[in-house]
């Protein structure tokens, strides 16, 4: 059987691989070759790469194992109608997405931005604007296992948890649920609204203008899911507009954001690169998924873990 | 009974404190005035303006109470001499230092300060270098009330805590506990090394050469106890000569640090204007302290909250 990897992970980790199955074939690859994909009946790749005229070329392809999460760029009605099984490494953004969503928010309330301006400046003042964390109330939009570790970790600090999402069923680590329609009435109370949710065609641009408005003035919006959860000029004006405190942004409608976009400028606005879930750590963890899945694969198990449902996008 | 504070609470706060206690004097000012002094029985004060003269000159005085938590600039053998009372506000900084220190630990870790200059660029990379908390082991050097809560927090984060005290004694969230003499033993396996250890004569330069030289070349460093845990030189000279990574520090020998300090300068050092404990509630929670002692004190029970032992400096 052929294994083919669209990128080339470290040595060490790679060698691992090749011990711990040596009676597959692995191609590591750090591009697209019509050739191998003719031949491959596993494809694991970061997703962005793949175009429906792959699927067509990759006539033997029954599992695709994608080392992200979201998979909104990839050929989904192409995948879905030749019936090829889709799993993802949902699970392993966690721990670093959630730590930087928690550096994001504490850098926030503990003035860190200011601290380091003074450095620049070789200024010793101590008047700096610190608040704290604990005692505020949190909303996390679309929380899964993310959310519900962002939950857990802002519950440590004190902070009161309210998970949104479409049933409002319950998730781990919040202290209340509401559904969608309940957001408008909820955001009055909240400090923190953290959005975590990923790109399907029920959250485009699901948060509004009324939705800011009904946010307090100083509360911190913190977008780490997908870019067009709201319109972009939604969100500028909303800011300039100031219905909210400060903006930390991770996704963008466009990315990457140009570089004459006013975001870049605008002191109430943290632009993150699209990075909070990377960690030195990420091929190892997305390995560790890989390796018992393809150990089921071969004895004809094809019940993977983070298998997904691709007509859904999750 | 007059009761003096030298600092003026935001009006709100001072209102309930007048509201709660109507017959007893307060004095609000915003400076030492000695003719308040001389009549005044109990002394709220941040400590750095008490001089062994105001000692002399305030003759009633039984009860200072110290709105702060270390007391080393205080006249501390003049107040023992007196017999008179301390009390500070130890437990009220737990909640603000210890957002600070997982602030700067996780900005650290997530890449903020990279953050923070691609956005000053307006520039898109997303080859941030970020690492993770999680699975670290962090040694915590003094831990006391606020110590211990760095550490809950900390081990929420998947860290391995290890405190370090004069007996080794039990602390609360510390998983292992050794006592100063084990420090250079166990500095090889420390990821984050973490003092609040306040300043006393056994805890002055406590850190050698020898220790930096113990921790991984990678280790972080922080000082958010006092500036004389180690020499100035010292430090400065382990970070130059690349035996640690970075040291976060909030506390320093000389303070304010001179404008023309190295430190300022190094990107291997982020310096913090001893601001770790500031928060927007600080007074607040001061006079939860106060007010409980007050009435404590009007019933002639000296067994205070907070009750320090002036000769030993806690």
Same mark, same amino acid.
């Not at 010793?124 to 610190?130: E, F, I, M």
């Not at 704290?132 to 109330?137: D, F, I, Q």
């Not at 649920?177 to 909240?190: E, R």
């Not at 911190?220 to 903006?247: P, Q, S, Y």
């Given at each position: 059987m052929k294994i083919y990897f669209t990128f080339d992970p470290r040595p060490d980790l790679k060698e691992k691989v090749l011990k711990d199955f040596p009676d597959v074939e692995f191609i590591f690859h750090n591009s697209i070759d019509d050739g191998v994909l003719k031949e491959a009946e596993v494809l694991v790749t970061y997703g962005e790469d793949i175009e429906a005229r792959h699927i067509e070329v990759a006539e033997k392809l029954q599992w695709i194992m994608v080392a992200s999460a979201g998979i909104e760029k990839m050929p989904q009605k192409e995948i879905a109608k030749r019936g090829i099984v889709v799993s993802n490494v949902r699970g392993i953004h966690k721990i670093p997405?959630?730590? =930087? +969503? !928690?550096?994001?928010?504490?850098?926030?309330?503990?003035? /860190?931005?200011?601290?380091?301006?003074?450095?620049? &400046?070789?200024?010793?003042?101590?008047?700096?604007?610190?608040?704290?964390?604990?005692?505020?109330?949190?909303?996390?939009?679309?929380?899964?296992?993310?959310?519900?570790?962002?939950?857990?970790?802002?519950?440590?600090?004190?902070?009161?948890?309210?998970?949104?999402?479409?049933?409002?069923?319950?998730?781990?680590?919040?202290?209340?649920?509401?559904?969608?329609?309940?957001?408008?009435?909820?955001?009055?109370?909240?400090?923190?609204?953290? =959005? +975590? !949710?990923?790109?399907?065609?029920?959250?485009?641009?699901? /948060?509004?203008?009324?939705?800011?408005?009904?946010? &307090?003035?100083?509360?911190?919006?913190?977008?780490?899911?997908?870019?067009?959860?709201?319109?972009?000029?939604?969100?500028?004006?909303?800011?300039?507009?100031?219905?909210?405190?400060?903006?930390?942004?991770?996704?963008?409608e466009e990315e990457p954001l140009p570089s004459d976009h006013p975001f870049w400028q605008m002191t109430t606005v943290t632009v993150s690169p699209h990075v909070s879930s990377h960690s030195s750590r990420y091929m190892e963890r997305s390995l560790e998924i890989f390796k018992p899945n393809l150990r089921k694969w071969l004895v004809g198990d094809n019940e993977l873990i983070n298998k997904m449902d691709i007509t859904k996008g999750y």
């Open positions: 997405m959630a730590e =930087s +969503v !928690l550096a994001h928010i504490l850098a926030y309330k503990r003035g /860190l931005v200011w601290i380091y301006e003074q450095e620049q &400046k070789a200024e010793w003042s101590r008047k700096s604007k610190a608040s704290e964390l604990h005692g505020s109330t949190a909303l996390l939009i679309g929380p899964g296992a993310i959310g519900s570790e962002i939950g857990r970790l802002l519950q440590a600090f004190g902070v009161h948890t309210i998970g949104c999402n479409r049933s409002g069923k319950s998730v781990d680590y919040m202290n209340d649920m509401i559904s969608f329609d309940a957001l408008q009435n909820t955001l009055p109370k909240v400090d923190v609204v953290i =959005s +975590v !949710l990923p790109s399907t065609p029920d959250t485009l641009h699901l /948060l509004k203008y009324e939705h800011f408005k009904a946010m &307090k003035d100083s509360a911190l919006f913190m977008n780490f899911g997908r870019g067009d959860l709201v319109a972009t000029d939604v969100l500028m004006n909303a800011l300039i507009e100031a219905e909210i405190a400060h903006a930390v942004l991770d996704v963008y």
